[in-house]
């Protein structure tokens, strides 16, 4: 509707600038008294009422796009907190080279989420459903795709980022939770080099520096023992912290300081400050479910099995294939390496005709042909190609594979 207005002002507008130029027109053709020219008269009269009637029109087409634009901007509280989901996986790659994400893809998640969220005539309700169920449907569809050892990772890189855009996370506490601070070497002197190592001294003296550490450092070296009891607790994640930090301390503090100083137990923390501002769902990633992969895909995008050591996922999609009507001569494996490029593109080039299943496996030793792999991957259109067409891919983590094929 909004370009449908657009197109109809700038219609408006032309026609009002024809109007102004015919009457100039008229003016300057006129001879004699214009008040004695009956046709310039009624050529006047009509550009009168026609100037009138798209005035209206105009003025109605203006006031319909300010109440447009004003219910659009209602929606920018979702807008932002999309664009912060979008930036959060967008760094993933970081971790893991395979791990790719495209922007359509996200899109697509996202329309999918207004659909099946739940529905409200009330703006800040909807809004609140919308922003619920794509944030956990995101979650869902990453962790798919996440290592195991990642999974966490990613909840409190999400998590982080959500608070830090609303203002209740510092930026500054956040990066020297990642990296413990930079600084030159630290001439203080440890207070007890029987507990406390120079790596978590160093730590101490640099978190010192944040806004609410003042003061830390002195404390820290003042009662040392105190401190150490923490150091020798089974559960110092649980551990209240001596006074006065404890209540002056935000929860993201008190990780920086289990940080500092029980480095081994921070995972069990990350997972309760994620419960305690997400929710539980969000350190509990559902179980992988090949059948829901299946189900989400279609036969221009590839289906990739990231492989980890001692992991082989051929017996679960053999017998997947089965139950979907996909065994025997319906599905063609073919194990990549030297040489083996054409054989794969005829097999390809068969099952895409057909609507066969075609496994590729080790994708990773056969780095030379990727660019093939890739070039096959986006000529894919859903046109010419059958249905029932599946591409899987399996690979170990690889710098080499195409982008554009993960995402």
């Not at 569809?141 to 203002?167: G, H, T, W």
């Not at 305690?276 to 289906?303: R, W």
């Not at 319906?330 to 390496?337: A, N, Q, V, Y």
Request: charge should be negative; hydrophobic fraction near 40%.
């Amino acid at each position: 509707e909004k370009n449908a207005l657009i197109l109809q002002s700038a219609a408006n507008k032309k026609a009002l600038k024809e109007i102004e130029d015919k009457i100039l027109e008229t003016l300057s053709s006129s001879e004699g008294n214009i008040l004695e020219d009956e046709s310039a008269i009624q050529v006047l009269d009509s550009s009168k009422v026609l100037s009138n009637e798209i005035s209206k029109k105009q003025q109605i087409a203006e006031e319909t796009e300010k109440k447009i634009d004003e219910n659009r901007a209602g929606y920018r509280p979702i807008a932002t907190h999309s664009s912060i989901l979008f930036f959060s996986i967008a760094d993933l790659p970081n971790i893991d080279p395979m791990y790719q994400y495209s922007l359509t893809w996200f899109i697509n998640l996202f329309i999918n989420s207004i659909a099946d969220s739940n529905k409200s005539k009330i703006l800040e309700k909807r809004l609140r459903y919308l922003s619920d169920h794509f944030t956990y449907s995101l979650y869902c569809n990453v962790c798919r795709s996440l290592f195991e050892k990642d999974k966490l990772l990613f909840s409190f890189v999400l998590c982080c980022n959500i608070l830090m855009a609303k203002q209740q996370l510092d930026r500054e506490s956040f990066m020297f939770f990642l990296t413990g601070g930079v600084g030159l070497e630290n001439k203080r002197k440890n207070p007890d080099p029987s507990w406390v190592s120079d790596k978590t001294w160093d730590e101490v003296c640099r978190a010192n520096d944040l806004k609410a550490f003042k003061g830390f450092r002195e404390h820290f070296q003042d009662k040392v023992d105190t401190w150490r009891k923490m150091y020798d607790s089974k559960e110092p994640h649980k551990f209240p912290l001596p006074t006065p930090w404890q209540d002056k301390l935000a929860s993201f503090d008190k990780m920086i300081v289990l940080r500092c100083i029980r480095p081994d137990k921070v995972t069990p923390i990350v997972t309760a400050f994620v419960t305690d501002n997400l929710g539980k769902k969000f350190v509990e990633p559902p179980p992988f479910d090949l059948s829901k992969s299946y189900v989400d895909s279609n036969s221009c995008a590839p289906l990739i099995f990231v492989l980890s050591p001692g992991g082989d996922p051929m017996a679960a999609l053999l017998k997947f294939a089965d139950d979907m009507g996909f065994g025997g001569t319906k599905m063609d494996s073919l194990s990549l390496g030297q040489g083996q490029g054409p054989i794969a593109m005829r097999m390809l080039d068969k099952a895409m005709k057909e609507g066969l299943w075609t496994v590729l496996q080790n994708c990773h030793l056969a780095v030379s042909w990727m660019t093939t792999l890739e070039k096959f991957c986006e000529e894919l259109n859903p046109d010419t190609v059958h249905p029932d067409f599946r591409l899987w891919l399996t690979s170990y983590p690889s710098e080499h594979f195409p982008v554009t094929v993960l995402q």
